[in-house]
């Protein structure tokens, strides 16, 4: 048996409840399947993340037909071929939970602290909101991360629970079981 080819596909357009069927129907046809997917809703634009896999004749076909489907609509798709990521081997998976006041560039020291410490970020997700009693804009981030095996876990919690002081964020991190 071949080994299956995998693509990686972003979708962005306008907000419509057939598009994901569309999507999913299109690929279903060319012989791919769905690896993994994430969709959200940004303003009022939809978002897809996809990874595709299948045979390069599926792989080609869902090429075209994504081509053409996003040819004459509003819709902006982008495709690329990639391979798994089996890089994430002696690490170990942890979630990071942060709350704090939206604060300039904080998102940046945030991801700074991490690329620092030689910690990948495998998925990050946040929201930005108001607080219901104070209208106070927040954000809430989560984090996704991998730590090298080799890395003394009480001792970069320590340096994090530091970092979160000094910039005021309500942090918890724990492992992912």
Same mark, same amino acid.
């Given at each position: 048996m071949t080994k299956?080819?995998?693509?990686?596909?972003?979708v962005l357009g306008d907000h419509?409840?057939?598009l994901p069927e569309r999507l999913a129907q299109t690929i279903s046809d060319c012989g791919c399947r769905i690896h993994d997917c994430r969709m959200t809703m940004l303003g009022q634009q939809l978002a897809l993340l996809m990874l595709l896999s299948g045979n390069w004749d599926g792989i080609a076909k869902v090429?075209?037909?994504l081509g053409n489907l996003a040819s004459g609509t509003d819709l902006t798709i982008q495709v690329k071929r990639t391979e798994l990521n089996h890089s994430t081997g002696g690490s170990l998976p942890y979630a990071v939970d942060v709350i704090c006041a939206d604060q300039a560039g904080i998102h940046s020291k945030l991801l700074r602290f991490f690329s620092t410490n030689n910690i990948h970020i495998h998925d990050l997700h $946040?929201? @930005?909101?108001e607080a219901s009693q104070t209208a106070?804009?927040?954000i809430?981030?989560?984090l996704s991360i991998h730590i090298p095996v080799d890395t003394a876990i009480a001792a970069l919690r320590n340096d994090f629970m530091d970092f979160c002081e000094q910039?005021? $964020?309500? @942090?918890?991190v724990e492992p992912i079981k």
């Open positions: 299956p080819l995998h693509l990686a596909v972003t419509s409840a057939s090429e075209d037909a $946040l929201t @930005a909101y106070t804009p927040m809430n981030i989560h910039w005021n $964020l309500d @942090a918890i």
